[in-house]
């Protein structure tokens, strides 16, 4: 029986009134999930608060769904909202020691005057170092710890994931935004996306191709209490390109291969690629929005609003 869960997403970003408004305000959002074989978006909507904007959708040059916003009339104050829902289908994931030999894979990249494959094209597009994920022989050395020579290269990347849920340790306030893998490296901190960014950063590092996975991951509530809402973020991890398996994910901040739990938006060569929203804000004040997150299986949504819909009607 295939094995699946459809889910409620949320992603609420708002910046709250500051008695000075903002005049003009341009935005990029990737905040709807992408339709995949393993994920099937039954809907995506994204609403403005206060509605005075243009919204345009379409898809970015990796494939996954984006949103132009642009706000020309001024305003204080700014609600972001996306809710969706998906069917996330469970995956049948490949043996590890059936994968090629890790340098076999690295040969498949070294430059040739002749013409490749589709898949390999596509995959040239996250072998080189990007803004956030630096090439070098230092995060080479870090990778080569887990790839031995003539290691499977799926066997190299269970192991270089391991090593970092391993040995690093998760921590929200160690790092931000911006941090330098080297820094996340040298401290062994670091929260999803420095880990994600740091595994990617090796593998490209040896010559395997890497991109990086925006998405979320369904979380549990301390036992004997309620999910709560908006409490989720969200989340970062990493898929490895195979010759016989095309993407294979790795999750270095869990130390699992993403399945059932975990909801994918998009992906890109780094978070700046994927970024739930960034822009460029003309006016108002210098302020952090504050962003709440939901993720919940549909059916345990549904019974909360059935409880909820109950209690008002006896009020």
Aim: aromatic share 8%; glycine share 6%; with cysteine.
């Amino acid at each position: 029986m295939t094995r699946s869960i459809d889910y409620i997403v949320i992603h609420e970003t708002e910046y709250p009134p500051c008695g000075v408004p903002v005049s003009l305000a341009q935005h990029l959002l990737h905040l709807i999930p992408r339709d995949l074989p393993w994920q099937t978006r039954a809907s995506g909507k994204i609403t403005i608060d206060p509605d005075l904007s243009r919204l345009i959708e379409g898809e970015d040059v990796f494939g996954n769904p984006v949103a132009w916003l642009s706000l020309d009339t001024p305003h204080d104050g700014l609600l972001v909202r996306a809710e969706s829902h998906v069917a996330v289908i469970g995956r049948s994931l490949p043996k590890p020691a059936d994968s090629p030999p890790w340098e076999a894979v690295r040969e498949r990249f070294r430059y040739r005057p002749e013409p490749c494959d589709a898949n390999v094209l596509d995959a040239q597009r996250y072998l080189y170092a990007s803004p956030r994920a630096p090439c070098d022989a230092t995060l080479a050395a870090f990778a080569r710890q887990a790839f031995k020579p003539e290691v499977p290269l799926l066997v190299g990347a269970q192991a270089l994931m391991d090593l970092i849920y391993d040995t690093f340790t998760f921590d929200a306030e160690a790092t931000e935004v911006g941090t330098p893998v080297h820094e996340v490296l040298t401290r062994k901190r670091g929260v999803c996306q420095d880990f994600a960014h740091l595994m990617i950063a090796a593998l490209r590092s040896i010559g395997l191709p890497a991109r990086y996975m925006s998405g979320y991951l369904l979380t549990d509530p301390p036992p004997g209490k309620p999910r709560l809402i908006g409490a989720d973020a969200s989340h970062a991890w990493v898929s490895v390109w195979c010759p016989e398996n095309d993407w294979v994910e790795y999750d270095p901040t869990n130390g699992i291969q993403p399945d059932l739990r975990h909801v994918t938006l998009g992906w890109g060569r780094d978070f700046q690629d994927v970024s739930p929203l960034r822009g460029v804000i003309l006016g108002g004040l210098a302020q952090a929005p504050e962003v709440r997150v939901t993720v919940m299986p549909e059916a345990e949504w549904q019974a909360r609003q059935t409880a909820a819909s109950a209690a008002a009607e006896k009020k």
